[in-house]
C-alpha cells in the first residue's frame, strides 16, 4: 500500500470509477488495516475539549504536541484487541485517523490537506497508568485501524465528520470532527515541522469524552460519517498475569 501511495499522482487516473469497477462480496474477503506498515504513526492527546474536562486536566495539545505509537500495534477491522495484564485498565478512544499521501516537511498549513491521501477509522486503545504514553498505548493489537480508507474526495473531515464509539451495544462516544482543538491541516502542518510524513504514515487526531474499560468480550466500534464502521472484540491475552511496572491509573 505505501508503494502505491508514492506512485499515486501517477496511478489514480488510470483506476477505474468505482461504480465501473468490478465488486467483490465484502464477506468473501479479509481485511488488513488500510496501511498494514507505516513508518510511523502519530497521535494527537487531549485534542477535544470535552475530554480534556473528563480526565480533569488543565492541559491540551496546544501544551502536550504529539506522541508515537508503535507501528506493531496495528490490528485491522474484525480484529481482536488483546488485554494485557489481570490487573489493568484499559479504556477505549474512538478517532478519526488520516493517511498520509506524500512526503511531507515543514508543509504550510493551507497547503496541509493536499498531503491527505484518506480517512479511515482508528481506535487508540490506552491502557491507565503511570508509564510513558506510547508504552500505554503501543501494545500488539492497540491500535485499530479501518475498515478501509476513503479519499478526500469522497469524504472531507474539515466539512465536519460525525463519530459515534459504541461498546457492547452502548453508545460511549459522540462527537463532530469540527470540535478538534487542532484539525487536520494544522496537525499536519505542525506534524511536519518536527519529522519528516512519508506516504502511508497515520494521524490519529485525538479522541472526545466517554472513554472508559474494557472487558474481555466487549465489541467495540466507531463510526464516522463517509466512512464507515470499524468495529473489533476484546479478549484477554492468553497467559495474562499481574502488570510488572505497578497498577496506579492517570
Keep these: 500500500m505505501r508503494r502505491l501511495l508514492e506512485r499515486w499522482d501517477e496511478v489514480q487516473d488510470t483506476l477505474p470509477a468505482p461504480d465501473e469497477a468490478p465488486g467483490v462480496a465484502l464477506d468473501s474477503v479479509t481485511l488488513l488495516p488500510p496501511v498494514p506498515d507505516p513508518t ?83 481506535l487508540d486503545i490506552t491502557m491507565r497508568g503511570q508509564e510513558d504514553r506510547s508504552t500505554r498505548k503501543s501494545f500488539d493489537t492497540f491500535t485499530p485501524l479501518g475498515p478501509w480508507l476513503v479519499t478526500p474526495d469522497e469524504a472531507d473531515p474539515a466539512d465536519a ?36 510524513l512519508e506516504p502511508g504514515d497515520v494521524i490519529a487526531t485525538g479522541t472526545p469524552a466517554g472513554v472508559g474499560p474494557l472487558a474481555d468480550g466487549d465489541a467495540i466500534t466507531v463510526t464516522l460519517s463517509g466512512i464507515g464502521t470499524l468495529a473489533v472484540t476484546v479478549a484477554t491475552k492468553p497467559g495474562a498475569g499481574p502488570s510488572p511496572t505497578g497498577t496506579r491509573e492517570s
Design 161 to 196: 465528520t460525525d463519530l459515534v464509539c459504541t461498546v457492547g451495544g452502548a453508545e460511549r462516544q459522540k462527537t463532530n470532527t469540527r470540535y478538534l482543538i487542532w484539525g487536520v491541516a494544522k496537525l499536519i502542518a505542525y506534524i511536519s515541522t518536527v519529522m519528516t
Design 40 to 122: 510511523k504513526i502519530v497521535a494527537a492527546p487531549v485534542n477535544y475539549r470535552d475530554h480534556r474536562s473528563e480526565m480533569e486536566l488543565t492541559v491540551d495539545i496546544s501544551d502536550l504536541a504529539v506522541f508515537l505509537k508503535a507501528p506493531s500495534s496495528l490490528v485491522p477491522h474484525g480484529g481482536v484487541v488483546e488485554l494485557p495484564y489481570s490487573d489493568r485498565r484499559v479504556d477505549q478512544e474512538g478517532e478519526l485517523a488520516v493517511v498520509v499521501g506524500r512526503r511531507a516537511r515543514n508543509v504550510s498549513e493551507e497547503d496541509a490537506l493536499s498531503y491527505v491521501a484518506g480517512y479511515t477509522g482508528c
